[in-house]
């Protein structure tokens, strides 16, 4: 039996080791609707896990207040929680009722929701960015997204961009068409995250690295009718050869480690810059970003 491609994406991302029952991760993602399956010859998700970590290492890595100039929070899963939810899926997971309380929580607090493109104007021509910034991002492009957060998203009326990986597009648990070209049209923006989700800096051969980086955001823009300006490295990781393509494919930004602690921003990290798992939790998140 093929391995659920959500769950490959969590335990990669988390490093979690398998043990004990952990061995199901790999063939069932949560009791949802059935598992999300690689049905096609080109599997949806070509990587494989990393050396494991704690998961006390990831608490860590997203307890402290941050520092950087615009903090990137990336959000994964955004759906009610199950009994059955591996501790993969709980590192990551929002309910709805957090996620919103995430994002009231932002304006109350007096942070705005700005975007890749207005970082990117700071960077190069010194545009103002709103005070205390952040901007929000999604990965991977579950269907779960668009039901659950995107309707969130425009309640606040708030942009965030949605990294999405296009071998899946339109299967069962992933994002439609459709889906996109919705959200596109209430501003909601679409980055691409590759065709199958490697480890790009995996990848010997430079024809296939070329078409997981350049493909993908041809496709996009050709079936969405946009220009495609941000990546997102799979996983956070990259280096000189990776990142020098994804300038020459013509992206304006990336967005790389998913677990920095922060940094400040500069032009010199405009295509590797750190991000942080969003807290799962509130009492966490306002840890991370104590009111103004």
């Known amino acids: 039996m093929l391995p659920s491609a959500r769950a490959k994406i969590l335990l990669a991302i988390l490093g979690i080791a398998l043990a004990g029952g952990g061995a199901s991760l790999w063939t069932r993602y949560s009791n949802e609707a059935a598992e999300v399956r690689i049905q096609n010859t080109q599997p949806y998700f070509a990587g494989e896990p990393p050396a494991a970590t704690s998961a006390d290492a990831v608490a860590t890595a997203t307890s402290s207040p941050v520092d950087m100039l615009v903090p990137i929070l990336v959000y994964h899963i955004v759906r009610p929680s199950y009994p059955s939810d591996s501790r993969a899926v709980t590192a990551l997971a929002h309910t709805p009722q957090v996620f919103d309380a995430e994002m009231k929580y932002l304006g109350d607090a007096g942070y705005h929701i700005t975007t890749f493109a207005a970082l990117e104007s700071h960077l190069e021509q010194g545009t103002p960015l709103p005070s205390d910034p952040i901007i ?117 930004a990336a967005r790389g480690d998913y677990l920095k602690r922060g940094g400040t921003t500069s032009l010199s990290q405009i295509y590797a810059l750190g991000a942080l798992n969003a807290p799962t939790t509130t009492a966490a998140f306002m840890l991370r970003f104590p009111r103004h």
């Open 136 to 252: 929000l991002s999604f990965d991977d492009g579950w269907s779960d997204q668009f039901t659950y957060a995107f309707p969130i998203l425009e309640k606040y009326h708030y942009t965030a961009e949605f990294f999405v990986f296009t071998n899946p597009i339109g299967h069962r648990g992933f994002l439609t068409w459709d889906n996109l070209r919705t959200m596109l049209k209430a501003g909601m923006v679409i980055g691409d995250h590759t065709r199958s989700h490697p480890f790009l800096t995996k990848i010997t051969d430079p024809a296939k690295l070329w078409n997981e980086i350049d493909g993908s955001k041809l496709l996009l823009e050709k079936t969405l009718g946009i220009t495609v300006n941000e990546f997102a490295y799979p996983f956070g990781q990259h280096d000189a050869t990776t990142t020098a393509l994804v300038e020459e494919a013509g992206y304006k």
